[in-house]
């Protein structure tokens, strides 16, 4: 039988993307110095604005867990970036938390554009849940209600990140608008991270001086 690697992080589902949020976060990191003020800062004004206490602490806590595994250059860029850059570090962020995001991303997207075939369907996904369920027993110890949650915010952060747009199906995959600024930064920190945006590490160099 597969050996279990690392349980996976599945309560994600507080937020989706939301680059415009991720960026109020990262300023007010800047701002601060430091999480835990920047945390206090952010839910004392509300900044969030969420209708509830209970709503702004779990949407903060997903978003400031999430921008903890950027680098001091990645936050600059979601900070003060464009909003297509805000977009992609928002997305490597979230590919840097939750190791489930990144694999569907990398073994399923992009291995269908590779076999011209970007066409989304339902029966991938789950195909690809089934695989991982047997690494991850934590998957199959979800209620339906929220492998349908997972399903539905995972599927709004790629469309938000412009890795899938509605068409046929699910959607259909396409590769997204990447900038300079954001092959540099993801550079700063590992190339494997490429992945997160379909740009093979041996294509990272070229994509730097477009």
């Not at 990144?102 to 011209?116: D, N, P």
């Not at 494997?192 to 070229?206: E, G, K, R």
């Amino acid at each position: 039988m597969p050996v279990p690697s690392t349980t996976y992080n599945l309560s994600f589902t507080a937020a989706s993307l939301r680059p415009e949020l991720a960026r109020i976060v990262s300023e007010c990191y800047l701002a601060e110095g430091n999480w835990a003020k920047a945390k206090n800062r952010l839910l004392a004004s509300n900044a969030l604005q969420c209708r509830s206490a209970a709503s702004a602490i779990r949407l903060e806590r997903e978003l400031r867990q999430r921008l903890q595994t950027l680098n001091h250059e990645q936050i600059n860029l979601l900070a003060q970036g464009t909003a297509e850059d805000r977009a992609a570090m928002a997305w490597l962020a979230v590919c840097k938390h939750i190791p489930f995001v990144f694999e569907f991303a990398t073994e399923i997207l992009m291995e269908k554009l590779v076999s011209h075939d970007p066409v989304l369907r339902n029966s991938d996904y789950e195909a690809y849940v089934e695989s991982k369920a047997l690494l991850h027993p934590e998957i199959g110890r979800l209620t339906a209600k929220s492998k349908n949650k997972i399903r539905q915010v995972l599927l709004r952060m790629l469309v938000e990140a412009g890795l899938l747009e509605t068409g046929n199906a699910l959607g259909i995959i396409q590769r997204p608008v990447v900038s300079p600024a954001v092959v540099r930064a993801v550079t700063s920190d590992n190339p494997v991270w490429l992945a997160a945006f379909f740009i093979p590490q041996h294509q990272y160099a070229d994509s730097l001086v477009r």
